[in-house]
């Protein structure tokens, strides 16, 4: 009987691996195609990063300093030219460089004028404005008493975002320093009116990449290599006749573009851009780049005898194109610190 028993109570064992081995090797059920959506990955729109960069734009206005940090990834570095933080890396210093100008200017915030975005390249141009009512750092790392006087002036933004996340890798802020300090009366130097209104919201352009774009790119990269060979009227074929050039201290016109150009020739015999990023949005061409030259002769513009010396500043710029030509274009740079190379104060 206990064998009869054993050999009984081992078949029922083997059924039921049996069993367990059918149900495991059975097909599963399929999840619902609902399911199966979550668990993907969304695609990254450009509307998504649209949304995303003018978000973060909300965070610094209203000092939300927790998710501003999210906009940025643990090891992004941010060149921050006309605030006197001209390289910072890290998440943490980022945010920390922020903070130092909202306690300059606890109102200060920025106001959205045109936004372009290609892959994960975004630039923005915005109105940034507010009152110095809170303490300034010098140059020399010393704070100073607020003015309590207003600005307002362009920032030229452009990022390079890590790709398929919504997090900023690479960052240029560009304002000019000699504007800011202008306006606050803190510099004789001549600088634009304070702007006090702009675009209630933002253009946005989205790039195609088609052909329209890639010959504003091409011409952009002509009217550059006319620049550093000093050639005048290659430069200026380039322009529409009614050009505007939204520069420092005044926009001009194309006759004033020019004959500033040639004067800047005089005044720097060597002077050269170095383009590190130029891409297509529409109408729209956006380049980021380094002025460098000498100043070996005089230059009438800013009162100045030849100094001798070397000047080297970051420049965004932003281009926007009518049948293939130069209609308008913004150039910013922080024209304090090319003074102080020039030993100007």
């Not at 809170?134 to 600005?151: H, Q, V, Y």
């Amino acid at each position: 009987m206990r064998k009869e028993k054993s050999v009984g109570s081992l078949v029922a064992l083997l059924l039921v691996a049996a069993v367990a081995v059918s149900a495991c090797s059975s097909s599963q059920p399929t999840p619902p195609a609902n399911e199966a959506a979550k668990q993907a990955p969304k695609e990254v729109t450009p509307q998504d990063q649209v949304k995303w960069y003018q978000d973060c734009w909300s965070d610094f206005n209203e000092h939300k300093w927790d998710e501003f940090k999210k906009c940025y990834a643990d090891n992004a570095t941010s060149l921050q030219g006309g605030y006197g933080k001209p390289n910072v890396s890290g998440a943490d210093a980022i945010v920390a460089a922020s903070q130092d100008f909202a306690k300059s200017f606890p109102d200060g915030h920025g106001e959205g004028q045109l936004i372009l975005v290609n892959g994960n390249k975004m630039a923005g141009l915005y109105f940034l404005k507010g009152t110095n009512s809170g303490p300034l750092t010098g140059p020399d790392g010393k704070e100073m008493p607020a003015t309590n006087k207003p600005f307002g002036l362009f920032f030229g933004h452009y990022i390079e975002t890590d790709p398929g996340t919504l997090k900023v890798m690479n960052e240029v802020g560009e304002m000019d320093g000699g504007t800011l300090a202008a306006q606050l009366g803190l510099s004789k130097m001549p600088a634009p009116p304070l702007i006090d209104k702009g675009e209630a919201s933002p253009k946005v352009v989205i790039a195609k990449n088609d052909d329209t774009e890639m010959k504003n790119v091409e011409t952009d990269k002509a009217q550059i290599e006319a620049f550093n060979k000093h050639d005048a009227a290659a430069f200026d074929s380039y322009e529409t006749d009614d050009y505007v050039w939204h520069a420092q201290p005044k926009d001009m016109n194309k006759k004033e573009s020019s004959q500033g150009n040639k004067e800047f020739f005089k005044g720097f015999s060597d002077a050269k851009l170095t383009v590190s990023s130029i891409w297509g949005a529409g109408d729209y061409v956006a380049v980021f780049g380094n002025l460098d030259g000498t100043n070996d002769g005089n230059f009438p513009p800013m009162k100045i005898n030849k100094t001798g010396k070397k000047v080297s500043v970051p420049y965004l710029e932003i281009d926007r194109f009518e049948a293939g030509k130069f209609k308008e274009d913004w150039l910013i740079f922080d024209s304090a610190s090319f003074a102080s190379q020039l030993g100007l104060k």
